[in-house]
């Protein structure tokens, strides 16, 4: 079942600018948060059939 | 002529005077079968930020099955079963896009106010759910039997000592942490959410920001003709 | 007014315009694909498990520092023997001012490390001839003594003008027994029968690991390890994982305090040297007020009013408020 590609053999890799240090695979999931938040507020989401003044 | 007294069913029912009758009548006030389970949401929940709490949720039942089946098999069993490494990725992904999708369900419903119009619990105990499910990660974290429990306890117990709380909650503590990750904490994150989730559907999706101005009446604007368009 | 238009629309039930929408199958489709989504990512990535560190590795990688750790233990000098609270009453614990919950906790978790670490576990096992005299000779002297001998050796073996950790470099007949007492447990150690005897010597059954954990933390082995894989606090450790794995990005909030300088001063005396000692408690209390913050947010005025200044929400109901028109 497992697949070829183990990540825990790769050395990690780390980005760095001064005091902030940020591993790349945590910057991809941050990155992916961001995204997701934006591509949620701007796609269309499909709205169709509407039933008006329902009052319950 | 039949002289069986017809039984009225419709006949108003007296008010309840046991504890379940109150308890009755308080959920058939506050959450009917109608608003419980409706086949309609209000027009404007058409948007796809609205699919985060869900997705929150089905990537808890994910950890909660993956983790049972860990559970089922004992803590040492990933480190010398194939089978059990699988079960233990699909356990950490689904804590991986659980809180994924949880960070950016608290990001949207922050950026819609959700907790106007009375549902201050329900913010409440969203935000708890996020912290007691924090607490169930380091939990986990602890009882993995591998180098980064050794870490986490080593360094977590600092800050758990500073505060007291060390005293009696001890990560390097296999035994106690299994019993609290496996057990208390997700028992603790159930009743959470459950509130959570029935409280959005007791108090219904919160409206937008504007809604008022978008659902006012029109107003004419030269009230002093007859207004023939 | 139509400030209170908005708060009671808010509060009613909904009586505007509605859609047809099914959370159930919203639910089931939505637990589908992140079921999907997790066994793909578990199929291709799997998932981190370094096997943990042992005593006997410890012993086999890095004898001398093992060595070093063990005097310190038996000279009430390391960083277990002088943590205090809940371990033992040889330190205060951290405090922020006069509040000492650490130490208002008491001790609940008992740890004596020159027993628990040396003595008991070398007791334990059948040790050769010189290691056993060495142990009766420690056992039979009084705890002045003791205290004597560990510390003139924990002194002469880290004298930087001297031994310099090296122990041949230390003066023959400095220390009594401890000398024996540290080889015969370093020993112990690389047979692999330190690893079990630690947690509870002479008991079947341990599922508590806190001894280990405290030894183990108390030399360099642990610590480079932690080093080497990224997870030390001031580097952004607590959001990292072991290999090439995402981490917990959502303790940034958490992590960001402990890279601040004041927290990892170098500084002896001074407010600096105050809050790097004690770095945990203000750290957490700063979370606890950060978290209330965040938890009663509807009730914070400015705060619950960010939404309205930065109104991200036209996004959300554009649709709405389109269709209203």
Same mark, same amino acid.
């Given at each position: 079942m497992e697949l070829a590609l183990r990540l825990s053999s790769d050395a990690p890799h780390y980005l760095s600018w001064g005091w902030l240090s940020v591993s790349v695979p945590n910057l991809i999931v941050i990155g992916a948060m961001l995204a997701l938040f934006v591509l949620a507020l701007v796609l269309p989401f499909p709205g169709n059939r509407r039933k008006t003044g329902d009052r319950s | 002529m039949s002289t069986t007294t017809a039984r009225h069913e419709s006949a108003p029912a007296a008010p309840p005077t046991t504890w379940i009758g109150h308890l009755r009548g308080l959920l058939e006030r506050k959450l009917p079968y109608e608003k419980l389970l409706p086949e309609t949401q209000p027009s =404007? *929940?058409?948007?796809?930020? =609205? *699919?985060f709490g869900v997705a929150t949720l089905g990537a808890l039942g994910v950890i909660v099955a993956s983790g049972a089946v860990l559970a089922f098999e004992g803590p040492a069993w990933y480190h010398i079963s194939h089978t059990g490494l699988f079960f233990n990725s699909l356990h950490f992904w689904s804590v991986q896009l659980f809180f994924f999708f949880m960070v950016i369900h608290l990001f949207g419903k922050f950026w819609m106010a959700a907790w106007r119009g009375n549902r201050a619990k329900t913010w409440i105990t969203g935000t708890l759910a996020f912290v007691v499910s924090v607490g169930a990660a380091l939990t986990g974290y602890v009882v993995q039997t591998n180098f980064d429990s050794q870490w986490i306890a080593f360094e977590a117990k600092d800050g758990l000592n500073a505060t007291g709380v060390g005293s009696w909650f001890n990560v390097a503590n296999l035994g106690q942490n299994l019993l609290i990750h496996v057990f208390l904490l997700p028992a603790i994150i159930a009743v959470l959410v459950a509130i959570h989730v029935l409280l959005v559907r007791v108090h219904g999706v919160v409206p937008p920001i504007d809604a008022a101005k978008v659902e006012a009446p029109p107003v004419p604007t030269v009230p002093e003709r007859e207004g023939v368009r | 007014m139509s400030a209170t238009t908005q708060e009671t629309l808010e509060r009613e039930p909904w009586t505007g315009p509605t859609r047809h929408y099914d959370i159930v199958k919203e639910g089931v489709i939505a637990t589908f694909v992140v079921l999907v989504l997790t066994v793909v990512l578990a199929a291709i990535f799997s998932s981190p498990d370094d096997p943990a560190l042992t005593f006997q590795g410890w012993a086999k990688s890095a004898p001398d520092n093992l060595y070093a750790t063990t005097v310190a233990e038996l000279a009430g000098t390391s960083d277990s023997a002088t943590y205090g609270p809940p371990y033992n009453t040889n330190g205060d614990g951290q405090a922020m001012g006069p509040i000492a919950p650490q130490k208002w906790a008491?001790?609940?978790?008992?740890?004596?490390p020159p027993n628990d670490f040396v003595i008991n576990p070398l007791s334990s096992q059948q040790q050769p001839a010189d290691v056993a005299d060495a142990l009766v000779t420690w056992t039979s002297a009084s705890a002045d003594v003791q205290t004597g001998w560990a510390t003139g050796y924990d002194t002469a073996l880290n004298d930087p003008q001297g031994a310099n950790g090296d122990a041949t470099k230390v003066p023959a007949g400095v220390g009594g027994p401890v000398p024996t007492l540290a080889t015969g447990l370093v020993a112990m150690a690389t047979s692999g029968a330190l690893d079990s005897v630690?947690?509870?010597?002479?008991?079947?059954?341990?599922?508590?690991?806190t001894k280990q954990i405290l030894f183990l933390g108390d030399g360099s082995y642990l610590d480079d390890a932690g080093t080497a894989n990224h997870l030390q606090g001031n580097e952004w450790g607590m959001m990292n994982e072991t290999g090439n794995f995402p981490g917990q990005q959502w303790l940034a909030p958490f992590s960001f305090?402990?890279?601040l300088p004041i927290f990892n001063s170098?500084?002896?005396?001074g407010v600096a040297a105050t809050m790097t000692a004690n770095a945990d408690l203000y750290i957490l209390a700063i979370i606890a007020v950060m978290m209330l913050l965040v938890i009663f947010l509807p009730y914070i005025p400015g705060l619950r009013s960010i939404p309205r200044w930065i109104p991200l929400h036209k996004l959300v109901w554009r649709d709405y408020y389109r269709s209203r028109k």
């Open positions: - | =404007y *929940v058409a948007s796809w930020i =609205y *699919v | 008491g001790v609940h978790q008992p740890v004596d630690l947690p509870a010597p002479g008991q079947f059954f341990t599922t508590d690991n305090w402990y890279q170098d500084a002896t005396t």
